[in-house]
Structures are given as C-alpha cells and as structure tokens.
C-alpha cells in the first residue's frame, strides 16, 4: 500500500547538510501492524512527519496505492487516508475533547464518540466537554490523540510512541484496540514507533532504525529474537532495574 | 414600532433574539426608543438624562431583560446613561450590547454609560455584545463604559464580545467589589482590518474576602492594534486574579498591561499574560485531521474565542 523508494531526508545546519533519513526502503502491506523502533535521534519520528507531509523528503518516492504522493500537503495525504498520532499532541484552548473527535471523523455521532473514549479508559462523562488547552495531563492527552486517530479509519495509522505517559491498565486496551483493528485488516494497516517490549513482539513485521537507516527489517519471529535483549535492557537503564512493562 | 429586516438581523447578532422575547425588554434605534416593555418584577423607566433606568425587584429569579440598542443613521452620535438596579437575591441576565449598520462614508457613534448595582446577595450576569456592517468606509464606532458596585456577597459577571466590524471602540469598566463579593470580567475581542481597540479595566476589591477575575482573550489581525489595560487593587484581604492571552497575525499589534495594586498585606493578587501566533503544531494537527491549513486557522480562532 505505501511504498517509500530511496527515501532521505536532510536539514541544513549553520550551511552544512545534514541526513537525518538515509535512503530509506519500505514496504507497508495492508493487514499488517508493524513496529518500528531504535534509539532515539534514529530517525523514527522523522520518517512518520514524511510520510504525513509534515516534513518535506529531500530525496527518493513515496507511494500511496501505487500514486506518488510525494507532491501532496498534510490535508491531501490525510484524505488520502493517512493518519498521525503525534508522540507529544499540542494543546487547543477552547476547543472541547468532543470538538476535536468531530473534526477527526465528523461522520461520528455522540454514543461512537463516548464509545471510542472509553475504549482509550476515558469516561464520557468527565472528557466530552473538557478543554483541551492546559487543564489535561500529559497521559489523558495522549489518550485522546490515539483516539482521534482510531476514528479516523484510516488505510495508513502511524502512532508515535502511544505507550508513552499512559498506565498499564490502559496501554494494554490500547495496544488490544490497535490490534484488533489492523491485524489482518484487508483494508488498513499501523505503524507504531515503540520502545515497548509488550507491544513489538505482537506486531507482524520489525524495522529497527540507527542513525537514519534502518538497520534490521523482517517478520516478528526473524527479528525479535535479534533486538529483545536490547530492548529490555534499554527498559531497564531507564528505570533502573525495576520491572516495567 | 417598525423594525425591518437589517434592523433585526442586528439585533439578533448582538442579542440572539429573533423575534421580541417575552420579558422586559428596550429597544434602542438611532438615538430613540422604540420598543418598551416592562415585566412585573422589572421596571423600566427613563431616566433625568433620557436613558434608562431597570428596576429589578429583589428576589426576581431566572429572568432576562434585552436592552440592545441599533443604529442605522450615518452621522449619528448616540450616547446614552444607564442605570441598572439589580435587587438583593435576584439571580436575573441582562443582554445589552450594540451593532451598527453603515453603508455611507459618515462616522456612525454610539457610547453608552451603564451603571450597575448588584445588591446584596444577588446574582447577575451581565453580556454585552458589539457588532458593526455595512458596505461604505464610514467608520463604526463604540464608547461604552460600564461602572458596577458589586454589594455584599452578590455575584456578577460581565461578559463583553466584539467579533466584527467595530473600527474604533475604547471600553472602560470600572469595578467596586465589597465583603465576600465576586465579579468576573471576561473580554473576547477580534480586531481586524485597521481597527483599532482599547480596553481599560479598573477593578477595587474594597470588602474583606471580596474576589474579582479578569479574563481576556483576543486576536489581532490584518493592521488592527488593540491595547488592553487590567488593573486589580486589593484593599482588603482578597483574591484578583488577571489573565490576558492574545494571538497575534499578519502586521497586528497588541500591548497588554496586567497591573495589581495591593494596599492590603492580606490581599493576594495574580496575572498571567499572553500574546503568541497559533503555534504551528496546533495548524498541523488540525490538518492531518483533513482540515486545509485555512480551516485550521479558523477553528483555531473560533475555539479560542468561544
């Protein structure tokens, strides 16, 4: 479905060029959740603001459905059906968690939207009307811009990192949710950029990024095996030998 | 009385009444009135000066009165004192507010005094919306000026919204807030074109645990300026709390003074200020929603203001 051919991405730093993506190559088949990790500055985050339009590629193709979508802005790839959870969401002053699921998929009416909010572990009662300017934590943000996206149904989801900030209870609905989506989903496929070794080892396919490339590529049972110990190991500096999930 | 089409499309912008409501009610037209009714619980009677005097009995509950005033005469200079008397523990909403109608090249004015006494234990809400069209370069032009003694442990609040079309307008509030009063002001202002806006502020907390609130939110398009001063003092032990937050666009400027005066070692004062352009990540949120980048900035906008 989406097809990135001889893709880079450079930024011009004091007048040298810098590459922050190196001739990337990849294949997104519908039907499939795929998990996309590495380090962090990998390049990971960067690859979903060019598949989204946010960030202009420098080199190479992207195909949607076998349309190069290279020339189109942010609003025409999401009508094309590419969607974007954001790893940090920015805040709206005035405008209301309801406001923004209608704008997200204004075919929704108000029982699917109080549906789709508890689904994310957030009560109807309490989020329908919230602001979504500075009142909300970090963790509720991200629940509701995992939601927005979930609405949309799109052929493409790519979720930044949906596990950061939120509790357990709810990362594992979440990534249930997800799964129940777009595993063998004909029609759509996920892209979840993840540090979590709960979710990488349910996604179909594993692309692990360093320094802009990508570094390993392959199914779930090739891959995991390769990068486990590293991922858990990362887990664990980070929280100090505690487990976590 | 006659009112015609554009008279009621202006009243129904700043009033959001299509029709007359049943209820207390002035309508004001190009310096006369036009239409009056009184309700059993509110008076209202015209005053030395020519404007209007609301006497809202004590304990009235869940009523409104409509006081908007039009004007539809290029060259009119309208100004007008009002007074209004809320009784002691009368929970009521008066709807003022003013649009203009110009087609000419004239200046069309109009400024308005209002004078408010929320008695004790009462409950006002106070909405005040100002509104400008027409098809010539005349200008439009407001000068209201609002003054409100709030007595002892009543609540009010006064609400004042320009959206469009007003080219020229200085509003003054000035505020008396005695024991264990509330008020709060919010402003919601778009300028636009070459409009230019002022806002001055003056709120006394003069009674202990006494408590006032000024919220500001604005946009500034286009070569607008707005100026926007709030001053709290806090002459008792009490709460004040300023918030002003702008976006700015295109060439627009906006100066914003939040200024607390305490004369009063108990009285505890806050501000926040704020003036920024939509930050870019909201516009790309938004369109990775499906909205064009126009779009964006009108939800944006609209919410903010809302």
Redo the contacts between chains.
Sequence with gaps: MLHLENLSFSVQNNGQSKQILKNINLQIERGKLYGVTGPNGSGKTTLAKVI?G?LPHTEGHIYLDGEEISGK???QR??LGI??A?QQ??R????TVQ??VK??QPKLKNLSIRKKMRDVGLCPEDYMDRDMGSGLSGGEMKRIEIM?VLA?SAKLAIFDEPEAGVDLWTIQRLVDIIVGIYKNNPEAAALIITHNRNILPICDELIVFEEGKIRLQGSQAEIWPLIRDDIVCQVQDTCRGEEII | MKLNKLDKNLLNTISDIDHIPAGAINIRKDGKPVLRQSSPNILITTGETGGLIVEIKPGTKNETVHVPVIITKTGLNDVVYNQFIVGENADVTIVAGCGIHNDSHGKSRHEGLHEIIVKEGAHLRYVEKHYGEGSGTGQKVLYPTTKIIVEKNAYAEIESVQIKGVDDTVRITEAYIHEKAILKVIERLLTHGNQYAESDIKIFIEGKGGSGQILS?SVAKGNSSQIFRAALVGQNECLGHVEC?SIIMDKATIKAVPELIAEDSEAVLTHEAAIGKI?G??L??????????DEAVD??L?????
Excluded: C, H, V, W
């Excluded at chain 2, 790309?284 to 980048?293: D, Q, R, V």
């Design positions: 989204m946010i802005n942010i609003t999401a009508n969607a974007y954001f969401p920015p709206f002053k005035g405008l406001d923004l704008i997200a927005q949309r | 939110r937050d930050a990540e909201q790309i949120k938004l369109m990775s929603l499906g909205l064009t980048e939800t944006i609209e919410s903010f203001l809302k």
